[in-house]
């Protein structure tokens, strides 16, 4: 039986039969089990944590919390960042949750969170820098034991940020149109490339984790042209010599390829000026594109450095232990860009992944999904009004939801939960377990959405409605509400009864 068949069947059969509790089901279900190896005799309940948490409340404090109030089962601790998004507690501006030390941490750095071990980081230029917050601290040699004793598993977590002023970052960096140094790596770059793989080796030699999740929130310059993401990255790369020669042998222009940039931009401030084109935004891009159809491969180009990243972190990972998964976290942008969504085939990562994590944050996604169409409303689609732009993005991406107007503030609903999960599961092999990431208190703007225990609770019934094989509670226990986390908790229990 495929896993298409078996989705659907156990979706008939109820939602007890997915968490594989027997006696409750009948004995069809549990001959399904037996013979679909998606079935999760217990499936991947997962949280990320940061040092943060365990340094402020104490390991097994923190450990007890977890297991009891959200019924955790899987670590995904943030062991290197630069970024605030896993790292740290609550940045100012958002309101501190009622655990963890009450006080804003505005010195956070971040780097990496358990030991740099100096031999695996001698092909790279970055230098394998120890995050400054908790000197002595190791955030692996301090859980894993604890977290063995509870049969708890871990996982490092670790993405794709950085800061421009680590010593040697400036090697690994993309340069941009302008022959500038961005503060993103280029994926193509050997000595960002070696930074990941040290970095898979010294967590796979230096501890026993379970596994590993790397993640990279980003896509190349021709969707950023078109600011067609939630956060409007404006860098414009790669163009750095590595990119230059990897586009020579493709056969692709680079030259042409600088000028079709230039060009779009030109096009882009028209749209913003008084006077825009007459023949509209649409056609006018399509008509760069067509002249500039190197704009495209360059895209391509792009992903493919990123394609081969994972490729040879996942080759790496089981040359060093076969028996380990390795995942990525799927950026929330492919809820909103069909762009990006087309760019990221689940088919495709087939070949380079145990797992997928599915950015499904319904809570944050209303006030983001805004934003995306704010974006784009403003360069390709800005013919049409902004809610044509969101009723387009529902309705070539097959989830609808509530009017532009109400989305920043009410959220998406656990039907959108529902139908990417559903979407993820169908469109990956079967080798690849689909873990939707459920959203808890993400911070949104003043009067957006805020995410309450019932959401929390939906949405993790939503995506074991629609075939995962466990969720990740995201982004950071520094940041959630208890009485959300308990949400999570709520939903698991109910469903193992069911
Ligand atoms: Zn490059």
Known sequence: MDRRNFVETTAVLG????????GSVGAESEQLQGNSRFAPSAPMIGIQVGAVSFVDEGTNAVLDRLQEDAAVNTLFLATFTYGRGIGGRQPR???LPDHGKQEYDDAYRGGNFATPHAQYYVKTSIAPEKAPEHPG??????VLPNARRRKMRVYCWFEDVFRRDVSGFEKAAEIDL??????????????????????????LRSYDVDGLMWGSERQGPLHNALSASHDGDPTIGCFCPHCLDAAKKEGINADRAHEGFAQLLRWR???????????GAFVTFWRVLLKYPELLAWEQLWMDGLRDTYRDMYRLAHEIAPAK??????????SFSPFYRAEHDYREYGEYSDFLKVVMYNNCGGPRLARY?????????????????LDFMYGVQQYRELPLDRIAQEGLSADYVLRETRRAVAGSPESVKIWPGIDIDIPTG??????????????????????????LLSRKYSEMRLANLRGAGRAVRELKKA
């Open 373 to 389: 169409v704010k974006n784009v409303n403003g360069t390709i689609f800005a013919d049409l009004t902004p809610q044509q732009t």
């Open 93 to 95: 501006g958002s309101p």
């Open 446 to 471: 003043a009067n957006e959405k805020r995410t309450q225990p019932d959401d929390v609770y939906q949405a993790v019934k939503a995506a074991f409605e629609g075939g995962a094989a466990g969720v």
């Open 137 to 142: 601290y190791d955030i692996i040699a301090d």
């Open 325 to 334: 998964g390795i995942g990525w976290h799927i950026w929330h942008n492919n």
């Open 15 to 22: 939602a007890g039969a997915l968490l594989g509790v027997k």
């Open 178 to 203: 302008n022959g500038k140094t961005t503060g993103q790596t280029c994926h193509r770059n050997p000595n960002a490339r070696n930074f990941w793989l040290a970095l898979v080796q010294d967590y």
């Open 269 to 279: 401030q028209s749209l913003a000026g008084s006077s825009r084109p007459s023949d």
